[in-house]
C-alpha cells in the first residue's frame, strides 16, 4: 500500500486538483486587481452566459466535429494503405517508403504552419502558381470560408496519417503468417486475401486506431492556431481556439473555465463510448474468428 502513495500523490497533485479548480473557476468571477486574482462565487452564470451567448463557441463544436469525422475518416484509409504498400515493399524501397511515410510527424509544428501557409497562399503560393499554368485560380484556400476548414482538414490528413500509418504498420508485422500460408488455398486474388484474412485478423489494432485518433482530434489547435487564427468569421474556429481566445485574448477565466469544463466532460463520455465501442466490437470480431 505504501508504495501506490507516491503515484496516488502525483495523480491527485496532476489531474484530480487541477479539476477541482477548474470547477471552482467555471462558477466564479475572477477579476485581476493590482496583478492578483480575485473570485466571487456566482454559481452557474458562466454556463448561462456560455449556453446562450457564446456563439463563436458553438460554431467551434460544430466545425470539431466535422472536422474529427473528415480527418480521421482520411487518415484511417490512407495510413492503413500506406501500411499496406510498406509491408509489401521490401529492402531499400521499404526503407525509403517508412521514411518518406513518416516524415510529417517528425517536423514541428510550427514549421509545419509556414510551409503550408507558403504552399497555400493566395497571391505567392506554391499551389496556386502551379494552377494558374493550367488556366485555374487564384483560389483562396485560407481565406474563403467555404473552403477553409478543408484547407485545414487537408493540412490535418497530412500531418497525422503518419500515426495511424506507424500503428497499422506495427498492427500489420504482428499478425500471424501462418494463416496467411493457410488461407493461400483458399483466396484467388490479392484482394481477397485483404478482405476476408487481412482485415478481419486486423479488426483490433484498426478499432484501437481509430478510437485514439477520434478522440486526439477533438484537441486539434496547432493547425488552426497557424493557418487561419479561426477565420475567416467563424468557418474554422474549433473548441480549443475558443477557450485559448477566451482564457488570453478576452481574460474571462470564468467563462474559458466553463468552456473547458464542458469540453473535459464531452472527451471523457466520448473516451467511454468509444472504449466501449471498441470492446464490444473486438468481442465479436473473436467470436467471429473462433
Known sequence: ??????ASLLLVALSIYPVFNLVGLSLSDVEWIDGRAHSEFIGFANFDQLFRHETVYWAGVR???IFAICAVTAQMIFGFSMALAARRASGVTRAVLT??????IVMP???IGAMWRLLLGRDFGAVNTLL?????GPIDFLGNPDI???SVILVDIWHWTPFVFLLMLTGL???DQ???EAAKFDVRSPWQELRYVTIPLMVPTILITLGLRLVLSFKVFDEVYLLTGGGPGTSTEVINFSIYRTFFAQDRLGVGSAMSLLTLVAVAVLIVVVNLWIRKRRSKSQEATS
Open 109 to 111: 509544428p510550427i514549421v
Open 132 to 136: 494558374g499554368y493550367v488556366g485555374i
Open 63 to 65: 466545425n470539431t466535429i
Open 99 to 104: 521514411a518518406v511515410f513518416l516524415l510529417p
Open 1 to 6: 500500500m505504501g508504495s501506490l502513495l507516491p
Open 148 to 150: 477553409a476548414l478543408a
Open 173 to 175: 508485422e504482428s499478425l
Open 178 to 180: 501462418e494463416v496467411f
